[in-house]
């Protein structure tokens, strides 16, 4: 079976300062925010991420959502 990385991690949150400010000081990341919406991103090295507002989200609280690549889907 072929390896397939992670490249995007969304985390539902119910505060998108509130965890950047947890996950800025647990993880040390850096994030870029989207005044306009409920979202802010992040880089992790090879894997970027953001935090989406729960209501937003495509997912529930505590249920990332998890982005693998792949060169085709076959």
């Known amino acids: 079976m072929a390896r397939r990385?992670?490249?995007?991690?969304?985390?539902p949150v119910a505060e998108v300062e509130t965890a950047e400010?947890?996950?800025?000081?647990?993880?040390?990341?850096?994030?870029?925010?989207?005044?306009d919406q409920s979202y802010a991103t992040f880089e992790a090295g090879a894997v970027s991420g953001a935090l989406n507002l729960v209501e937003d989200a495509l997912t529930e609280p505590g249920r990332p959502l998890i982005f693998v690549g792949s060169r085709d889907i076959d």
């Open 5 to 11: 990385p992670i490249v995007h991690v969304e985390l």
């Open 21 to 35: 400010k947890f996950y800025g000081a647990l993880f040390h990341w850096k994030f870029s925010r989207y005044p």
